[in-house]
Structures are given as structure tokens and as C-alpha cells.
């Protein structure tokens, strides 16, 4: 029943920013627990972008604080990542995720339980 689905990726210049959307279905985002960004560059991990909480509270990983901004949208039920001062290194397949329990942990892949398709960043130098 729960689907996420991301959009908003796209090709940009250094320097330039991208919104990307995250759009819930069958649970309620500003009810839920403990939402998050990811992002896969080929050959490489899934890491962790930004988790929140119930209460809103945010943890970013070092490389996007400042430039990124996580906020949820009740009335459209969605996830949002606003995202400054692009450069290629942000280049990644960007994934939204959910976790089903309790608790709000670190945001490794093996604790969020429920993901979106990916949509795609490239930024270009």
C-alpha cells in the first residue's frame, strides 16, 4: 500500500539548484516517524542525505549542509529536498525512503523500509 514516488531530477549547471519531490501514498508524511533522502552515484553505496522525524528534526550529512534543505507538505502529503549550490560531486540517483518502526536512527539503507523509484541529478561543471 505505501508507495513513494520522486520527481523533480534533471540535468543542471554548477552553481545551479533543483527541488526535488517525493510524493506519499498510504501513510501521512507529517505523521511519520522517520523519513529520508539517499543518494547512489554508479559504483558507489547508497548513502544518507538528511533524515527527519516526527518532530521535524533534521540530520544532514556533512557534504549538503548549507546547500540542501529537507521540508515536508502536508496538504500534498509529500517530501521535498531543495537543493543549492549544485556541483558534479552532488551527480547521483537521488531515492526517498521511509522507515515502518519506531525510532528515527541513523540514515543507513538497512533501517528505512519502503523506497521510491530514483530520479536522476547530473550536474555538469
Known amino acids: 500500500q505505501v508507495q513513494l514516488v520522486e520527481t523533480g531530477g534533471g540535468s543542471v549547471q554548477a552553481g545551479g539548484s533543483l527541488r526535488l519531490s517525493c510524493a506519499a501514498s498510504g501513510f501521512s508524511v507529517s505523521r511519520n516517524i522517520c523519513m529520508g533522502w539517499f543518494r547512489q552515484a554508479p559504483g558507489q553505496e547508497r548513502e544518507g542525505i538528511v533524515t527527519?522525524?516526527?518532530?521535524?528534526?533534521?540530520i544532514y550529512t556533512e557534504s549538503v549542509k548549507g546547500r540542501f534543505a529537507i521540508s515536508k507538505d502536508a496538504a500534498k502529503n509529500s517530501l521535498s529536498l531543495q537543493m543549492n549550490s549544485l556541483s558534479p560531486e552532488d551527480t547521483a540517483m537521488y531515492f526517498c525512503?521511509?522507515?515502518?518502526?519506531?525510532?528515527?536512527?541513523?540514515?543507513?539503507?538497512?533501517?528505512?523500509?519502503?523506497w521510491g523509484q530514483g530520479t536522476q541529478v547530473t550536474v555538469s561543471s
Open positions: 525512503a521511509a522507515r515502518d518502526t519506531w525510532g528515527c536512527p541513523a540514515a543507513l539503507r538497512s533501517n528505512f523500509h519502503y
Open positions: 527527519i522525524d516526527v518532530n521535524g528534526r533534521t
